[in-house]
């Protein structure tokens, strides 16, 4: 082989592996993602988005590294309250790598050390708590959780933000004894409803009751009082018009007719029909008296 074809084969060779080292030494780095770089050993820079080179075989590059928010649903805990109930409780975080270096060298096992800190940190508070409280403290508990939980991840690189329990499962005996009392809770309160009801629907009917009879009473008293206007209006008229004894002894004789058609059996007929001429004129002398007029209108 010549010296030309040796020559070639060596440039060939150093070409490629120039090419080799050019493509390992560029780095890109995609959105919100970043690369710890080490050099020979030692933590030398973080690489955040964009396109990077680094020295191959001097600098060492980590797995990129995850920077959007993370949800870590953790298996049920069990827990107990205050008053010796045991609960299974899991939860949901929500946290966010905010430090790659602290993440990458604060603590060994991230994901295993948020567990177990977010088991701990829910003994300790809804060991504290009863039952009945547990249950309705919900939001208290989550915001107890993230701000001990921030606090302790902080040199993890870790931002805790959001904690939620998501399921709260007391013991069987005990959902069966909580179903019972709602259970009853709700026919209690729907007895009281329906009793209210049924109260206002007595008074309802009560008060329509009292206004018939006061519109009745209303009206019978409007009637009497314009039948007694009629009757002394009548009396008037006949006063005014002065009648004489013939036609009081008329009126008298058609009193009796009428009173011989109704149906009574016994007619007692007096032996004077002048009397009743007689009485008939001195009622309407009477009534020709002005002060025996207004006084017949006060009592009726």
Not at 17 to 26: K, P
Not at 140 to 153: H, Y
Not at 187 to 204: P, T, V, W
Not at 206 to 213: P, T
Request: overall charge neutral.
């Amino acid at each position: 082989m010549s010296g030309a074809g040796i020559f070639a084969i060596v440039f060939s060779c150093i070409a490629v592996v120039a090419l080799f080292i050019l493509v390992a030494s560029v780095k890109v780095v995609r959105q919100s993602t970043a690369l710890i770089v080490e050099r020979l050993g030692k933590y030398h820079r973080t690489l955040d988005t964009g396109i990077h080179f680094v020295i191959p075989f001097i600098d060492r590059v980590s797995t990129p590294i995850n920077l959007k928010e993370i949800v870590a649903d953790f298996k049920p805990q069990p827990v107990i309250t205050k008053d010796n109930v045991t609960m299974q409780i899991d939860t949901v975080v929500y946290f966010q790598i905010t430090d790659p270096k602290l993440y990458r060298y604060g603590v060994e096992r991230p994901m295993s050390a948020i567990e177990n800190l977010t088991a701990t940190t829910l003994r300790n508070i809804v060991g504290e708590l009863e039952l009945d409280e547990t249950l309705t403290s919900r939001d208290t508990v989550n915001s107890k959780m993230r701000v001990i939980l921030d606090e302790a991840t902080d040199p993890w690189g870790i931002k805790i933000n959001r904690v939620e329990l998501k399921n709260i499962l007391p013991p069987r005996d005990i959902q069966d004894a909580m179903e019972k009392q709602m259970r009853a809770e709700r026919e209690r309160r729907e007895a009281i409803l329906r009793a209210e009801g049924e109260k206002k629907s007595n008074i309802l009917v009560a008060e329509g009751e009292k206004q018939a009879a006061i519109l009745r009473a209303e009206a019978t008293k409007i009637a009497l009082m314009t039948e007694a206007e009629g009757e002394a209006a009548a009396i008037k008229r006949i006063v005014d018009a002065k009648p004489d004894a013939a036609y009081l002894t008329l009126q008298g004789y058609e009193a009796l007719k009428s009173l011989a058609e109704g149906e009574a059996t016994k007619i007692i007929v007096p032996s004077d029909i002048q009397n009743i001429t007689g009485l008939l004129t001195s009622l309407a002398e009477s009534l020709k008296d002005p002060k025996n007029t207004s006084k017949n209108k006060t009592k009726k």
